[in-house]
């Protein structure tokens, strides 16, 4: 009876392995993709396997963001790290500072010898990524920039003209009143309140977030995020709180849940909104630029990407890196680029991918997909606005949470919680410091 | 007298206990006494390298202010868990006592919700009060009143306490139950024959008869707001609005898997080791004695 089933199950493990996987190097690829975006990657990676005979990537969904990047974290501990690792941005200086657990990107590819030109990459997206001498350290995978959503019908329902022009803070806010006077109960949410109206806010206006080049010249950052520009800024959106203009939702993108319902008329969200907006709006809506201060610093500059980078861990064997290097070029070419950006409505990350987009005609049948891409590519970056790199900047992005809180329901002023963002960031940020001394 | 068996060697015994050592060993010593040697350090993420900083992390811990007032907030959270799921737990389960017929129903039903885990009560309490979908705000909304947890700190506070408690309501209600059918029905026949009411029966004999139970449940009450509620908190308010409902365990957590702090984590697990444990000395020493066996 035990040989019979021992037997058993021998056979039918041998008959479930693929004849020739035992020839194929096989790579291990985490992401923290679900629903709709997990399909799409599931259907690149199935591209990409059947593509060629030499390698087979098994990508496995780990959670969240955050979770997939404690999963990476504990894999590597336990020493059995993926060879492919999505860390969203936030976790860009984490991994930057653990050089012995990662494999730069630039020497993978110089190594594997597969097609890698650099130059290629859009410079906003790749800035993120980089060394401060150009060198490229993760693949920039998924990436997306805050812009605004307009509800056009709400804007109509309220007796204002849906055209109204909202380059500018300053035409926003005479339009939220309009709304309020109208009788909207919601003018303006937002999603990703720190990423969009603290981060890209300073980048837009060209000053700084942090000090250090917002921490790419060095881990001995700190935030400067208490700037008057910044505190302007939160002190008007506290009032627009307080007059129930702008309507807080959460601190993630809650807010897009009421915006695609259509009870909000403004909502400043990612670009990578767009699949959802478009399948679930009832209403007709226009992207518009992210709006700025006019003669605030130098508006408008360019914004930043928020979204996920392709890390490599080391501890592999050559082969299997080789392998690595193939996938990675392979998603940054043009065809697989141009499909994800227009699928997805993530920037293409390489200039090819979006100028074959635009040959498409694709911009032309859906209007409003390009403002990202222009908001983004329109100045060079400055040394305030090609990225952030803090440590524990989750953390950190949990504590401005916290004290925009306290601005929206009026137990602070702008200045107070934001000069208290300082405080306790810079302690955690001096805490990184010493962590990767 | 007391029975004891006395055992003639002592390789039996050693391997009678064995099973509690080890289990006890490999899931508490041990990484209990991990979390005391990482105190001691500030490590990066990847476990490459180490800074020894001896009680540099408490140091750092106790001198913010927003760590100590965590404290408060822990205090606050768990007397409210504790009371929201003790006396509805004793009301229900002394009504249900009385029920001649349909009792077996009636505890069912109130035993389910032990079943739903903390971070699916987390969800489901959410959603009804969720500030744009939730029944329970719509309704509130009806009546004028603007329920908000998003932003207002005393309302995010009652959720979390409420959705902790719920599910044990029922856990509480099964021992109240037990131990109110162990109450001698001679002695409440007496009481009644002397002319004691219901509720002068119950302050007077059946409560103080409860004592062995409302004790356990409170000690086992009390831990589990300290280190269970965590699922809740994480659904519902990710310890928001502000820090108005980040618990220790909750700070535990964020730091340590969100911040990747894993010094400042473990130094916090230390601290939770040692409040727990001078809690429960502390409920053995004073409230015990109150306890009639």
Known sequence: MKKFVIGAIAAATTAMSPIGAMAQTEIQFWHAFTGRLGELVAAQVDQ?????????????????????????????????????????????????????????????????????????????????????????????????????????????????????DLSTWQNVDAVLEQLKAGGEDCPLVTAWQSWIHLENFSAYHDVPFATKDNGFAGLDTELALNGEA????????????????????????????????????????????????????????????????????????????????????????????????????????????????????????????????????????????DVAVIQMTAKEPTANSKGLRLGSFDQIRGIIDEELEGIWAGDKTAQEAMDSAKERGDALLRRFEQANK | MEKRVTFRGWLLPLCLIAPQVIISAVFFFYPAGQAIWQSLFIPDPFGLSMQYVGLGNFEYLLSDKFYRASFVTTGVFSILVTLVSMIPALFLAVMADRLIKGAGVYRTLLIWPYAVAPAVAGVLWLFMFNTRVGVVSWYLGNLGYDWNHVLNGNEAMGLVVVASAWGRISYNFLFFFAALQAVPRSVIEAAAIDGARFWRRFFTIVLPLLSPTTFFLLVVNVVYSFFETFGVIHTITSGGPQQSTTILVYKVFADGFVGQDLGSSSAQSVILLIVVGLLTVLQFKFVEKRVHY
Not at chain 1, 73 to 88: D, S, T
Not at chain 1, 290 to 311: C, D, F, H, K, R
Request: net charge negative; hydrophobic share 40%.
């Open chain 1, 48 to 164: 990409f396997n059947g593509s060629q005979s030499d390698y087979t990537v098994v990508a496995s969904h780990k959670g969240n963001y955050s979770e997939t990047l404690n999963a990476g974290i504990a894999a590597f501990r336990a020493g059995e790290q993926p060879h492919v690792l999505m860390v969203f941005e936030v976790g860009t200086a984490t991994m930057m500072a653990a050089g012995g657990a990662i494999k730069p990107v630039y020497e993978v590819m110089a190594e594997s010898g597969a097609a890698f030109d650099s130059d290629a990459y859009i410079g906003a997206v790749k800035g993120y990524y980089t060394t401060t001498d150009g060198q490229m350290l993760s693949l920039p995978f998924n990436s997306s920039t805050p812009v605004l959503w307009v509800n056009r019908d709400a804007m109509e329902a309220a007796g204002v003209d849906p055209d109204t």
């Open chain 1, 230 to 369: 910044q505190v302007a800024h939160l002190t008007k959106m506290g009032e627009w709180a307080k007059d129930g203009e702008f309507i807080y939702t959460g601190r993630r993108n809650e807010g897009g849940a009421n915006f695609r319902a259509g009870e909000c008329a403004l909502f400043t969200e990612s670009s990578a909104g767009y699949a959802g907006i478009k399948a679930e709006a009832e209403f007709a809506f226009d992207v518009r630029p992210l709006p700025y201060w006019e003669g605030v610093g130098n508006a408008p500059q360019n914004t930043i990407i928020g979204g996920a980078s392709l890390w490599v861990m080391q501890g592999h064997e050559a082969e299997e890196y080789k392998g690595v290097g193939e996938f990675l070029s392979f998603l940054s070419s043009t065809p697989v680029q141009a499909q994800w950006h227009q699928d997805t409505g993530y920037l293409p990350i390489t200039v090819a991918a979006g100028d074959a987009t635009k040959e498409a005609g694709f911009y032309d049948e859906n209007p409003g997909t």
